[in-house]
């Protein structure tokens, strides 16, 4: 059974500081990773995706990949109001499919 | 760019029968796929359509079928509605390569009572 695992949170963080996010996951022959964004009531929308270890950079969001540990994060630098969402973490097998293995969330709670 | 269209939005429907849910992908876009999104399980996967033939599929019970159009359009049926299906179902598009690089529609909202 493939699983990816995401603290649920709330994870509450002022105005203008980093988010940490984190995720793991079990299948170690996950090939691409993903988060996306999901605002209440609106579908996920996709923030970033890596596919090899290390750092990967789009404005304020840095996600890391560690495939030794099984383990992907999103940091979010310099957190707004609308930062404020549920973040989904989602893995592939890289099989060719564009199925995608999700974990349950994070909720991020920015406050002003 | 028309982005992923999904009809109807909101239903409700009543234990024993059954709903058919419409998807509309990007213009391109070769690859359907299906996720149900409950507050328990999160999102899970249904099945994946490419080029009109289901590629991968998830582990879901027989009554939830589905089909892609030679437009790429797609359709999902879910027949003998239980209560536990109540859920949205979101539509994704992608080119078909594989990449994982999902765009979802804004889902149809299904309740049954």
């Known amino acids: 059974q493939k699983e990816v695992e995401q603290n649920s949170g709330p994870l509450s963080v002022p105005e203008g500081a980093i988010a940490s996010l984190n995720c793991t996951y079990s299948?170690?022959?996950?090939?691409?990773f993903f988060w996306y964004r999901q605002y209440s009531g609106k579908s996920p929308e996709l923030i970033m995706s890596?596919?090899?270890?290390g750092d990967k950079e789009d404005g304020r969001f840095t996600a890391q990949l560690n495939k030794a540990s099984q383990y992907v994060s999103l940091l979010i630098r310099d957190s707004q109001p609308s930062d404020s969402a549920t973040y989904l973490c989602a893995v592939t097998s890289g099989s060719g499919y564009s199925t995608l293995t999700f974990g349950k969330g994070t909720m991020l709670l920015v406050s002003p | 760019k028309a982005g992923v269209t999904q009809t109807p939005r909101y239903l409700i429907k009543t234990r024993g029968q059954q709903v058919t849910l419409s998807c509309s992908p990007i213009?391109?876009?070769?690859?359907v796929s299906w996720y149900q999104q409950t507050p328990g399980q999160g999102l899970q996967f249904l099945f994946e359509y490419f080029s009109e033939t289901q590629r991968n599929k998830g582990n879901f019970p027989g009554r939830f079928s589905g089909r892609q159009f030679s437009n790429s359009r797609s359709e999902m049926n879910v027949s003998t509605l239980e209560l536990g299906d109540s859920a949205l179902y979101l539509c994704?598009?992608?080119?078909?390569?594989?990449?994982?690089?999902?765009?979802f529609g804004e889902g149809s909202r299904l309740t049954v009572l």
């Open positions: 994704a598009s992608s080119p078909g390569t594989g990449s994982g690089e999902l765009f």
């Open positions: 213009s391109g876009h070769r690859s």
């Open positions: 890596i596919y090899s270890n």
């Open positions: 299948d170690r022959g996950s090939q691409s």
